[in-house]
């Protein structure tokens, strides 16, 4: 259709378990704003959430009631651009910051925009998502990589703005020590910002060896296996023989033992950092919040992340080349057989950290 030459395909997810590769028009039919680009998709990598979708057909409170495009974690090459854009041209390569709030309210006008009520989301219902050949996208949505980097770099820039935001928030500064809880995808990454802004001594949880094995090779220092431990004895293995407690936890489990253990572990007048979300309901020792000070901050996706993710990644503070185990083309062959076949290795567990489709 139109410039963009050819049907647009896109992933669909139907129900549980059911994803198709299927005609996407409207992305590209629709006339162009004048601030928006459209976009040829190159690199889209699966997260937690586009796999918990396919299971449940829901995430937290949202809900899947129509077919809908999945995938959040995109980068490509600008291919049209809208009368208004500036600083943009055809031939761009872009990162998708995939979160497009409405720009009026209270949090957009104060500038915590990821806090949004109406925040338009890839892939998160009822919104479209990017496992697309072409999206459109607004234009101040898309931030242009520098030579060198690749567009699935430019993909893992989803999820390391989280990281950018967890550590934002968590007020990491150069010569702390810093405990990252879950050393998936979100904590393996949040490990590299926090190094990338100075931690000094960075102490990495999980219950899995190999993650932990991941982690070290990442630059982790300590690796402590928690399984089977009490809150307390994990706790007690965070802070190690020398007794220094963490300035800041990094939680990105969301269990209740993973929080109670951060909030055992940080330091008086330190910081937990909420980004894991599991357990809706839990049972913590939260008198250390009141009797030592120690804060817990909340993480809702990021904002004013992606430049700094970009020059994290790209003048290659962090290397987020090892977390992609796994790549599938869809280059000449974008099939429902190859997306199912990655979705299946990202929810199998197993050795996928990170599953990256290239288009
Ligand atoms: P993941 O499931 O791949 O990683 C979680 C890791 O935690 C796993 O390696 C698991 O073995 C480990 N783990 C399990 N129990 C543990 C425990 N008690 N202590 C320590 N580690 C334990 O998930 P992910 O993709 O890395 O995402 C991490 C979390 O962050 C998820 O809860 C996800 O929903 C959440 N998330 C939040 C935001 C946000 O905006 N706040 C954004 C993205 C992801
Ligand atoms: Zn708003």
């Known amino acids: ?24 028009p409207a992305e590209v039919d629709k006339p162009l704003g004048p601030n928006d680009v459209r976009v040829r998709v190159g690199a889209v990598g699966i997260c ?8 449940h057909m829901r995430c937290a409170d949202f809900v899947v009631k129509q077919p809908m495009v999945i995938g959040h974690e995109a980068a490509g090459v600008v291919v049209e651009v809208g009368s208004a854009v500036r600083g943009l041209a055809c031939g761009d390569p872009v990162a998708l910051e995939p979160g497009v709030p409405c720009r009026l309210c209270e949090h957009c006008k104060t500038g915590s925009y990821n806090l949004c009520e ?37 993909a893992m820039c989803e999820p390391v703005s989280v990281g950018v935001h967890a550590c934002r928030r968590a007020g990491i500064a150069p010569g702390q020590k810093v405990a990252i809880l879950g050393a998936g995808p979100i904590g393996l990454l949040s490990m590299m910002v926090a190094r990338a802004f100075g931690a000094a001594v960075v102490v990495v949880t999980d219950v899995s060896d190999e993650r932990l094995k991941v982690a070290i090779e990442l630059g982790a220092d300590v690796a402590v296996n928690v399984k089977g431990l009490s809150p307390a004895e994990a706790a007690d293995k965070v802070v190690g023989d020398g007794g220094r407690r963490p300035d800041a ?23 937990v950092c909420l980004v894991g979300m599991g357990h809706i309901i839990m049972s913590l020792p939260i008198t250390a919040s009141a009797a030592r000070e120690v804060d817990l901050v909340g993480v809702f996706r990021y904002r004013d992340a992606y430049p700094t993710a970009i020059h994290l990644v790209g003048s290659g503070a962090i290397d987020v080349q090892p977390l992609i185990t796994h790549r599938f083309s869809l280059a ?15 929810a199998g567990g197993g050795d996928a950290i990170k599953v990256m489709f290239d288009l």
């Open 118 to 154: 109406k925040m338009e989301f890839h892939a998160t219902p009822p919104v479209h998502g990017s496992l697309a050949r072409f999206v459109t996208h607004p234009s101040d949505f898309c931030y242009k990589i520098p030579d060198g980097m690749s567009l699935e770099e430019g």
């Open 332 to 346: 000449t062959n974008f099939t429902s057989d190859t997306i199912n076949e990655g979705f299946k290795v990202s």
């Open 1 to 24: 259709a139109g410039c963009c030459g050819g049907d647009n395909m896109a992933a669909w997810l139907h129900g549980v378990d059911d994803l198709r590769v299927e005609p996407h």
């Open 249 to 271: 936890c990094v939680d990105c489990c969301g269990f209740e033992s993973s929080v109670a253990t951060a909030l055992a572990a940080a330091k008086s007048g330190g910081k």
């Open 48 to 55: 937690g959430s586009d796999v918990h979708y396919l299971k």
